[in-house]
């Protein structure tokens, strides 16, 4: 669950906060960032016959991946974030990326782009276009 966490609810916005199956698929790709993966979350993953972790920590879930994609932390992320009143606020790093590390954004755009998947290029207008249960300010 992402809710009370930092853009919890962009990512109601986006519906990342809805319960998914892993029933029958033959890889799943998650994007932790630096979230700490609950049990709940390792164990729905836990027979997944090929696993893709993009993570800012090793945790057990990147010890179950098949591939991990090591990316950023929230004090070394550049961009914006949704707060719980809703308003998008800057946010800016207080440590530099080390060398090696990608952005959260960087590592799903290159895999998208190896994948053949066009991305939105308008996140803002995206997530303002939904209607939210409070009002997204920018």
Known sequence: SVKGEANSLAASQYHMDAPFTTKGYQAGFLALGDDVPSQRL??????VPFLVVQAAYASKLTAMADVVLPVEMWAETDGHFVNLDGHIQLASHSLPL????????????????????????????????RTAVVAITA
């Not at 390792?42 to 027979?47: C, K, L, N, R, Y």
């Not at 290159?110 to 290029?121: C, F, N, R």
């Open 42 to 47: 390792i164990s729905a993953v836990e027979g």
């Open 98 to 129: 080390p060398e090696g590390i990608r952005t959260n954004a960087a590592a799903l755009s290159d895999l998208a782009e190896k994948l053949g998947i066009k991305l939105e290029g308008d996140w803002k207008k995206a997530l303002t276009d």
